[in-house]
T-cell receptor, first 109, second 112 residues
Framework: DAKTTQPTSMDCAEGRAANLPCNHS???????VYWYRQIHSQGPQYIIH???NNETNEMASLIITEDRKSSTLILPHATLRDTAVYYC??????????FGTGTSLTVIP | NAGVTQTPKFRVLKTGQSMTLLCAQD?????MYWYRQDPGMGLRLIHY???????AKGEVPDGYNVSRLKKQNFLLGLESAAPSQTSVYFC???????????FGNGTRLTVT
């Protein structure tokens, strides 16, 4: 079962930052948080992952709270092409990635 | 470097027929996974493999079998297809440690 909870849907204005929250209150000390997105019916695309420090790459930033019980994915300047379902995942033991229902992000012109 | 390749892309089966979906990866990844995604739903893990010759059950394994005879290939079999298995099937692979998953483009299966 997925070990994360996310809002079902969110809207964001084009050009503004999109902040997608995720709760993972049962995360243990050595478990990473991964973010993926799925555009329409394509295969999910990896975005970013982190353990406890904030991470940034060319796609997004990941902010993890100090207690590691929640995190926020930030798309700094959302475009229409960022409209997708975003999944926050904490893999189970044995590298099992369970996807929940994710957050459906709609970027509005 | 093709990444993760799934064949076929589309298939229509009649109830009771059998078929095998093939997933191939050229990244020398240890882990491989099969997921299904029904309309409006998230991905659900069917089976996975942590290395050549190994397989394990995920969330929804019933009605499916898998094999990992070669490290680069992960096969998903339906012995007797049912309409409830109409779905989009995604394969993924990952390296050891904390490597992320790499997904294929999916196989759209319809069982009538």
């Amino acid at each position: 079962d997925a070990k994360t909870t996310q809002p079902t849907s969110m809207d964001c204005a084009e050009g503004r930052a999109a902040n997608l929250p995720c709760n993972h209150s049962t995360i243990s000390g050595n478990e990473y948080v991964y973010w993926y997105r799925q555009i329409h019916s394509q295969g999910p695309q990896y975005i970013i992952h982190g353990l406890k420090n904030n991470e940034t790459n060319e796609m997004a930033s990941l902010i993890i709270t100090e207690d590691r019980k929640s995190s926020t994915l930030i798309l700094p300047h959302a475009t229409l092409r960022d409209t997708a379902v975003y999944y926050c995942i904490v893999p189970n033991t044995g590298n099992q990635f369970y996807f929940g229902t994710g957050t459906s992000l709609t970027v509005i012109p | 470097n093709a990444g993760v390749t799934q064949t076929p892309k589309f298939r229509v089966l009649k109830t009771g027929q059998s078929m095998t979906l093939l997933c191939a990866q050229d990244m020398n990844h240890e882990y491989m996974y099969w997921y299904r995604q029904d309309p409006g739903m998230g991905l659900r893990l069917i089976h996975y493999s942590v290395g050549e010759g190994t397989t394990a059950k995920g969330e929804v394994p019933d009605g499916y079998n898998v094999s990992r005879l070669k490290k680069q290939n992960f096969l998903l079999g339906l012995e007797s297809a049912a309409p409830s298995q109409t779905s989009v099937y995604f394969c993924a692979s990952s390296g050891q440690g904390y490597s992320p998953l790499h997904f294929g483009n999916g196989t759209r299966l319809t069982v009538t």
